[in-house]
């Protein structure tokens, strides 16, 4: 139960003493003798603002104040009869209404700081009674709405309200369409039913994403094109460029002469390079457009890798570089496609060649029941560490402009990054500028459930 405090009382004989008393003094209640007050108008004291800041209780006598007693004035918490009140219940008295005006206080505050959040919010919020007619808009609302507090209090809200979200398109007064963002929620207000209602412009985003979405649907539509643009150039360029590499190779047979057997080398050489370009390029274009599915099978990891470097021997031998490979001393099969298995190791190691002029080539595999690693590892040329970030971007090669020291695309470790994911594996790389490169290429150990379902060769 709470104590009440001892008073302290000061005595005014007058309003204008009390006012000037305020002004110097904390006072926590003021104890007005009605007949010291200058008069009542509208309901409200004729005090002065000091004085109307504290609680006010007034004393008057209930039979000639008859009226008054009734009907306290605004910003009065309460009256004492002056004839009958005692010390006791003064204390009492002064005591309650200072805890009711303080409590009175909070609630004034409270409500004050929610006002400055609802009108300050980017948020419109509304509040319509049952008739659906507005009692309430902050700013907010009167901006996106471009309708005045003045027209729309009173008024329809000019929109059907969902339940309890949505969007709705409408018209403002300004005849421009807006996309409202919704939310509706049952409230009292003033102590009857009502709804408030809080929205928000989504015009401007419901554009920008069907601007996104026509312009992935353009996208995708140039994709498609590209797609099979490309698909078509695959005959349209591949065929004639065999049939020219194949006759300059019977040429190249046929001849005696060594000078024009030069001007056939040039010819294949100059071609393989051309075909091995647009087969890059196509099969990026299908990776891109996901057209390339991985068909897995067990498959012996070093069955592959010994299929890939017979393919590239003849191209080891002429740099004089010999290509060893270690295989696995446990089983090494794994669950991939084959094909694209042979596709990553044949631009590993024919990467590894190119790029390594003394030395030699070594492919080891290492095999666990967990993982199967195959480790690429020349004795080239390396790579700077500031070009590793871009190593397996498209169209990237540490080597640009006319000048660069080796030919090629651009596109060979980019595909291969990608067709490693596409069959389950990773690629990592380690390099050391002037010492050489280990390319890595890791996949899952498939355990075979029967030996003759295996793919060797």
């Not at 109307?52 to 009065?76: F, K, M, N, Q």
């Not at 057209?291 to 017979?310: D, F, H």
Request: glycine residues 8%; aromatic residues 4%.
């Amino acid at each position: 139960m709470a104590t009440r405090p001892s008073l302290s009382v000061s005595r005014a004989h007058g309003v204008s003493e009390a006012t000037s008393r305020a002004g110097e003094n904390a006072y926590d209640l003021l104890l007005l003798d009605i007949s010291l007050a200058t008069g009542i108008e509208d309901g409200f004291l004729s005090l002065s603002p000091s004085l109307l800041a504290l609680p006010i209780v007034i004393a008057l006598d209930p039979i000639l104040d008859r009226e008054l007693a009734r009907s306290l004035p605004e910003g009065v918490m309460d009256y004492i009869d002056r004839r009958a009140a005692d010390a006791h219940a003064l204390e009492r008295m002064f005591f309650y209404a200072s805890r009711r005006y303080a409590g009175l206080r909070s609630l004034q505050d409270a409500e004050g700081q929610l006002r400055s959040i609802v009108e300050g919010i980017s948020d419109g919020i509304t509040i319509v009674d049952q008739e659906q007619l507005v009692v309430f808009a902050n700013p907010a609302a009167e901006s996106i709405l471009h309708r005045p507090l003045s027209e729309m209090l009173g008024a329809p809200l000019g929109f059907r309200l969902p339940d309890p979200t949505g969007q709705v398109e409408i018209l403002s007064h300004r005849h421009e369409p807006l996309q409202l963002e919704i939310r509706v929620e049952p409230i009292t207000w003033e102590g009857r039913e009502a709804t408030l209602v809080v929205f928000r412009d989504v015009t401007a985003q419901m554009a920008l994403e069907d601007n996104l979405r026509r312009s992935k649907e353009e996208a995708l539509r140039v994709a498609k094109l590209k797609t099979a643009f490309l698909a078509n150039m695959s005959h349209e360029l591949r065929m004639p460029l065999a049939s020219i590499i194949g006759y300059a190779q019977l040429i190249q047979e046929g001849l005696g002469d060594h000078e024009f057997q030069e001007f056939a080398d040039s010819i294949i050489s100059g071609g393989n390079r051309l075909l091995e370009t647009i087969n890059s390029v196509l099969d990026l274009t299908r990776l891109d457009a996901d057209a390339i599915e991985a068909q897995s099978r067990l498959v012996e990891a070093s069955a592959v890798t010994r299929e890939a470097v017979g393919m590239l021997q003849a191209l080891a031998t002429r740099k004089g570089l010999d290509v060893i490979i270690e295989p696995a001393k446990a089983d090494d099969t794994v669950l991939a496609d084959p094909t694209i298995l042979r596709r990553i190791l044949n631009n590993l190691v024919g990467n590894a060649i190119k790029f390594t002029s003394t030395g030699s080539v070594r492919i080891e595999i290492e095999a666990d029941s967990q993982i199967v690693r195959l480790h690429v590892i020349d004795t080239g040329m390396g790579i700077d560490e500031e070009f590793m970030p871009q190593l397996f971007e498209e169209f990237t090669q540490e080597s640009s402009g006319f000048d660069r020291s080796h030919e090629g695309s651009g596109l060979g470790l980019a595909i291969t990054k990608r067709l490693c994911r596409l069959i389950g594996g990773r690629i990592d790389v380690e390099s050391e500028k002037g010492v050489g490169s280990t390319f890595t290429v890791t996949l899952p150990h498939a355990e075979p459930p029967d030996y003759e379902d295996i793919e060797t060769s």
